[in-house]
């Protein structure tokens, strides 16, 4: 599992690359230093996604996409799917980091 420790909306947090069970896919989850644990991502189940490309819930996490690129975690793709009423975003995500 990728692991990278940063900060998040003044949170101390790990953010690690792990995937869903039922595709195999990336996802992102956020775990703060008290025990919170935070998916930001999104499982469409869109042939698209891999193990390097996930959609970011950007419905729940505002702000997500622009945390993502300043960090250098990933790149944004431009693409937009609408699912429900929430736009939902993918962005291709390439530098996480390993932590050993």
């Known amino acids: 599992m990728k692991k990278k420790k ?7 947090v790990t953010l690690s690359a792990e995937e869903y069970r039922s595709n195999k ?3 992102l989850m956020l775990h703060y230093d008290d025990g ?3 998916v930001v991502t999104v499982n469409l189940q ?5 193990d390097s490309l996930a959609y970011l819930d950007t419905n729940n ?5 622009d945390f993502i690129q300043k960090n250098g975690l990933g790149l944004p793709m431009g693409g937009v799917r609408l699912l429900g009423s929430a736009d939902i975003h993918y962005t291709q995500s ?3 980091s390993y932590e050993h």
């Open 6 to 12: 940063i900060k998040y909306r003044g949170r101390d």
């Open 25 to 27: 896919t990336l996802a």
């Open 36 to 38: 919170e644990t935070e």
């Open 46 to 50: 869109d042939p698209i996604q891999s």
């Open 61 to 65: 996490q505002p702000g997500i996409e």
């Open 94 to 96: 390439l530098h996480l």
